[in-house]
């Protein structure tokens, strides 16, 4: 099993520039997140998705958009990318709540840096 | 306003010595969870727990939910054990709230 995976690992855009961060899982799992990691602060919530079709807003949803077309893929977009959105981001994964385990299973991370 | 905090934010050891990292929360949970972030970047799940203790390895978990409070463990330290390690909580509203870590270097 890959586990969850994330593409790309890094990427620089410019200001006002667009682009789509992937996320896949092959564990079946029914929740995605999405999360930024910024330095002296702990891991924030973006959005998240509790199934296939339905999304989320979490703690710093502004200025992302995100789907979740078929379960196993959770895709992060930025319409319009600003320099406050440098950051890192990770993918995560888990079962339900009140499934076998809450355990979550992270991504690699995608390290994006705004101009 | 910080849902979980964790102590100390730094900490260096010498190799073999016995090291505790606390971490503190104010809000209700259905688990708590140890995190393990390499220098690398990434991030694996350690523990989950709901109550009392686990073991694995040379790492001991344990929770005190009258206390809101958990500490992490690691026994006879060793430099590959340093990493960041993060508390998180998590309740069944599908929240998860994280600290902000606790940076160890083991030396040798």
């Known amino acids: 099993n890959a586990g969850v995976t994330q593409t790309p690992k890094f990427r620089v855009l410019k200001t006002g520039q667009s682009m789509t961060l992937l996320c896949a899982q092959d564990m079946n799992h029914e929740y995605m997140y999405w999360y930024r990691q910024d330095p002296g602060m702990g891991l924030r919530l973006i959005h998240y998705?509790?199934?296939?079709?339905?999304?989320a807003k979490g703690e710093v949803p502004d200025g992302y958009n995100v789907s979740r077309l078929k379960k196993q893929n959770f895709l992060l977009g930025l319409e319009s990318a600003a320099p406050s959105q440098t950051s890192v981001y990770f993918c995560a994964s888990s079962y339900p709540p009140t499934g076998p385990s809450y355990e979550q299973y992270f991504g690699p991370g995608t390290r994006l840096t705004v101009t | 306003k910080n849902e979980v905090e964790q102590s100390p934010q730094n900490l260096t050891a010498q190799e073999g010595e016995f090291i505790t990292i606390n971490c503190s929360y104010s809000v209700g949970i259905s688990a708590l969870h140890w995190l393990q972030q390499h220098p690398g970047g990434g991030i694996v799940s350690l523990f989950m727990l709901s109550s009392g203790k686990k073991k694995h390895g040379r790492l001991i978990a344990t929770i005190n939910i009258q206390e809101k409070h958990s500490s992490l463990h690691i026994t006879a330290s060793h430099p590959r054990d340093s990493a960041v390690y993060i508390c998180a909580v998590s309740n069944t509203g599908n929240q998860f709230y994280f600290g902000t870590g606790t940076s160890l270097t083991v030396i040798p």
């Open positions: 998705s509790v199934g296939e079709g339905t999304t």
